[in-house]
């Protein structure tokens, strides 16, 4: 676990720049990152904003880890760690933004279908849900990088894949979730963000 996390910490802290820095954060004060690791984009985030708080929401013996790494960079008074599954567990409420970043494609739509649930019913009126990661064409015929990694995926979890926008909008659409524009980003992934009404 220690090895994991600390590879998902330096891939993190190498793209959470340029990803936060897509998203607009006028109106979040809450952010919940969910599967959050190291904590390194729950670190980004609150770089953004004096008044910006953050939590890690991830399993116990990972929030172990991540308590080093906030404390290592200063952001143990900014960033919480909140144990739990999110396969199964709640995420409490009044999040401005909710952050599933790179763990989509571990589950099957039907988890996945859950998780963006429980994550709507966690937010702010106004309040968004914000997906990365790498999306396939809608014919799963490109791009690379995408279709290579559901195969890495198919090998290596359960039930897990990459996602098409297509796939992703039924699950925000059941969560009865505004879709907003999809945000590309200069790694290989994208934004999906989805809002509550107001």
């Known amino acids: 676990t220690e090895a994991f996390i600390a590879a998902m910490h330096a891939g993190g802290s190498t793209r959470a720049a340029e990803v936060v820095g ?14 959050g690791a190291s904590g390194a984009y729950a670190m980004e985030f609150v770089r953004r904003g ?43 409420a009044g999040w ?13 739509s039907d988890e996945n279908a859950d998780l963006v649930r429980r994550a709507a019913a966690s937010l702010a009126p106004g309040g968004r849900v914000v997906i990365q990661d790498f999306v396939p064409d809608d014919d799963r015929s490109g791009p690379r990088f995408p279709v290579l990694f559901a195969l890495n995926m198919l090998v290596n979890t359960a ?40």
């Open 22 to 35: 897509r998203l607009d954060l006028g109106g979040v004060h809450r952010v919940l990152d969910v599967g």
């Open 50 to 92: 004096e008044d910006l708080r953050a939590a890690v929401f991830d399993l116990p013996d990972v929030l172990g880890l991540t308590r080093r790494y906030l404390d290592a960079a200063g952001f143990s008074d900014r960033v919480e760690t909140l144990p739990g599954d999110y396969l199964v567990d709640g995420f409490g």
């Open 96 to 108: 401005d933004l909710i952050f599933l970043s790179n763990i989509v494609h571990i589950n099957a």
């Open 159 to 198: 039930a897990g894949d990459t996602y098409t926008l297509a796939e992703m909008r039924s699950w925000t659409d059941a969560a009865g979730l505004a879709w907003c524009p999809p945000v590309e980003t200069a790694v290989p992934s994208t934004l999906v963000v989805a809002q509550r009404p107001s």
